[in-house]
């Protein structure tokens, strides 16, 4: 069962564009009449002077169109029109809307059209119904009105002004009626839902409310949902259902009798018709939401004698108009119309076709002004080119794009750009502060340029790889020749610091950037990989056992000619001890995020069978004071040991706070076991937050730490590796930094 109609009021307000402030309409809700002035008149139900829809009027060539009444909501006036105007015998026009009014759920209206005046002849406020969807009236003058609400009632407004209750519908004989018509003395609607059988009603009854009847209940194989106003010919109505499939044409005697399905709509041409049929013989007019199940929809004729043929007269493209609303309006072998969205400025457009299909032609479109500034302009760095995206500006067309090397300096760059909402600037040289700002563009005009995107500087390939240098000369450095290695953004191999058999205290290697990078703000995503090696024995004659840092550190230092560690390596971890010296070896413009993986140390007691992993932040080659947002100082704890001469299988990052070794808390992430680890450092100007993952889960932890003040507002980024070490025993993993990205500004 249907609960939902896609041609239902509720449905056409969600789709509805929601644009700034008009001065024309923007998407009319319904078809059209044409008054006694020879004038088509019509609605929309947004835009306007207010936002929030107009009644507007254009003779059949186009030419002369105007908006004869902006709504404004309020208890006075109305908001968001709905339903086709009805022209009295008084030359007044009437008709619904589904909001404004004292309760803000409609009104029911008297729009003069030589001044434009409204007179708001009643406010729903719940008691006799909410939110009117279809009116109609008599030949009286003034004329008796007879409205549906979508809230299942039907009400009488009569010519003295007297408002009175019809109907209330149960949900046996329908829900939410619309089209109401009135026809031989009788008024007549369609229930959209409910109904015997859960898929809308036909329904009949007088004008004073008596003679209720409901003269059909759809079972879904002879159609699904009606929505809309039927039409009589001869003595005999003919409707629309918008489903049952792909939607029906129909049948009925005005008492219930001789119900005929005249055509099931298919998979190809014209279906899913919406809004009911005009005409007056043989042949039919009506508008469907999609032609063979896709596109803009259509305008359609329906034979009403066999072979009841469904045959396109013209299928819109967007460009044209979408969403046709209806029926159509028939003046001679023409048939004039308006459609919800599409056109020049996606806000509808009124046109007229021939009813063999030729000559069609838009006699208007509903426009905006000129479109809004877009909002949310935003930079995304790469690899020689900066990328940007920006949130859509309502009924643009196109857009502008301006930069400069300066605040407030942007001149044009790039335009037209398209009706998309990203640009790729690769004009672009290295080290360079580019600042942006975008425009939107349609025929009425360019909007004003949107806010400045923060200044962002670019690094290319040439000035983001990284060297990889291994230095000789030391006994607690690597043993080996020189060796220079280009290490570019996201390589497919890695750059390997190899497995050694270190002297005490571990072997050493050294990777940095060739060039200062801006520490102000960046982002650094980079991969690794802790390959287990063996573990060896050494100096037996201790009796107590050291298993120093076996891992490496990411550092940001104003020194690139000096990366290195202390003759410590990673080791010492004691608070407060004096071999912190990670990163730049002369503890002073330094800050230092380390990766260690072993570490045993007797004055720290670890319970039997355990070793230590821990990752933290160091400054200037001490322990960074002011810990970390939400977490202890440091990142140390206890983690399953591998035997001695074994694989090195423990190394799970764990928290615990530092000297007192409490509130230890594994977590699903081990450093040593051979799995590529990501991680993103990100910098804020304030907050370093450090996040490490790969298949097993995800550790984060962030450090309040001001860079520029020990680095300088530029530095070197770049990594140093211990490769195990120790007094008693020595771990020699193979540590390989697998690729590294950087993005920042200034």
């Not at 840092?549 to 290195?564: L, T």
């Not at 070490?725 to 993005?743: A, F, K, P």
């Amino acid at each position: 069962m249907l609960t939902l109609i896609t041609g239902s009021a509720l449905w056409q307000i969600a789709q509805s564009p929601v644009f700034a402030q008009a001065t024309d309409g923007i998407s009319p809700r319904a078809g059209l009449t044409q008054g006694s002035d020879g004038y088509l008149y019509g609605i929309t139900s947004s835009g306007g002077a207010n936002n929030l829809g107009t009644l507007y009027k254009v003779d059949t060539t186009g030419a002369n169109y105007s908006i004869v009444h902006s709504f404004a909501g309020g208890a006075s006036d109305g908001a968001n029109p709905w339903s086709t105007p009805f022209q009295g015998a008084d030359g007044m026009f009437y008709g619904v809307t589904y909001a404004g009014g004292s309760s803000n759920v409609g009104i029911i209206y008297k729009i003069d059209p030589a001044t434009g005046a409204l007179t708001n002849l009643y406010s729903f406020t719940g008691s006799l119904g909410a939110h009117p969807d279809s009116l109609t009236g008599d030949t009286a003058n003034p004329p008796n009105l007879y409205v549906t609400t979508w809230s299942t009632t039907i009400v009488k407004c009569a010519s003295n002004g007297t408002v009175s209750l019809l109907h209330t519908l149960t949900a046996a004989e329908g829900q939410n009626p619309n089209g109401i018509l009135l026809s031989g003395g009788a008024l007549y609607a369609t229930a959209g839902n409910g109904g015997a059988n859960g898929y809308g009603s036909l329904i009949k009854l007088n004008t004073d409310g008596t003679g209720f009847s409901v003269i059909h209940s759809f079972t879904n194989t002879d159609g699904s949902n009606p929505l809309c106003k039927l039409l009589p010919i001869s003595g005999v109505l003919y409707g629309t259902t918008g489903y049952g499939t792909q939607g029906t044409d129909f049948k009925i005697n005005p008492d219930g009798t001789g119900f005929a399905q005249l055509t099931a709509y298919s998979g190809t041409g014209p279906n899913f018709p919406t809004d009911g049929l005009a005409g007056t013989g043989t042949f039919a007019y009506g508008v469907s939401t999609k032609v063979s199940g896709a596109g803009n929809g259509s305008v359609y004729s329906a034979q009403l004698t066999s072979p009841y043929t469904i045959a396109s007269v013209h299928s819109f493209i967007g460009t044209d108009g979408s969403a046709p609303q209806g029926p159509p309006l028939l003046i001679g072998s023409t048939l004039y119309g308006a459609t919800f969205v599409g056109g020049a400025y996606k806000s509808g457009v009124v046109y007229k076709v021939g009813t063999n299909g030729t000559g069609y032609t838009i006699l208007h479109q509903f426009h905006a002004v000129a479109p809004d500034v877009p909002t949310g302009l935003s930079t995304t760095l790469g690899t020689g080119k900066v990328t940007l995206s920006w949130v859509a500006s309502n009924v643009a067309t196109s857009y502008k794009i301006y930069r400069g090397t300066s605040p407030g300096s942007e001149t044009l760059l790039a335009s037209p750009v398209g009706t998309g909402t990203s640009y790729i600037d690769t004009s672009v040289s290295n080290g360079v502060t580019y600042y942006y700002k975008v425009s939107a563009v349609n025929a009425i005009g360019e909007s004003a340029m949107s806010g400045e995107a923060a200044g962002v500087v670019l690094f290319t390939s040439a000035n983001t790889d990284v060297y990889c240098v291994n230095t000789p000369g030391s006994a607690f450095w690597t043993s080996g020749p020189d060796n220079l290695t280009l290490l570019t953004n996201l390589i497919s191999g890695p750059i390997t610091f190899p497995a050694i058999q270190p002297q005490p205290y571990g072997g050493t290697g050294v990777a940095y950037s060739q060039t200062k990078l801006p520490t102000a703000n960046f982002n650094v995503t980079f991969k690794f990989t802790i390959l287990p090696a063996a573990e060896t024995p050494q100096n037996p004659w201790y009796n107590y056992n050291y298993e120093y840092g076996c891992g490496f550190v990411f550092c940001i230092q104003s020194a690139g000619n000096a990366f290195a560690v202390d003759s410590g390596g990673l080791h010492d971890i004691s608070a407060g001890g004096s071999q912190f010296n990670l990163g730049y070896a002369g503890v002073n413009q330094s800050l230092a995020v380390k990766f260690d993986t072993h570490q045993d140390q007797n004055d720290n007691n670890p319970p039997a069978g355990q070793r230590y992993s821990s990752t933290g932040c160091y400054v200037n080659g001490a322990i960074l004071n002011g810990g970390l947002v939400g977490g202890p100082l440091d990142q140390l704890g206890y983690v399953p040991a591998d035997s001695a001469q074994g694989n090195g299988s423990g190394g799970q990052i764990v928290q615990q706070n530092l000297g007192t070794q409490v509130g230890n808390v594994l977590s699903n992430l081990s450093l040593l076991n051979a799995n590529v680890k990501t991680v993103n450092a990100s910098y804020n100007g304030a907050t370093l937050t450090v996040t490490i993952s790969d298949s097993q889960g995800t550790d984060t932890r962030s450090y309040l730490v001001n860079i520029p003040s020990y680095a300088g507002p530029s530095a070197y980024f770049g990594f140093t590796v211990s490769n195990g070490g120790g007094v008693n025993t020595s771990l020699t993993n193979i540590v390989q930094i697998n690729s590294w990205q950087y993005s920042g500004h200034s």
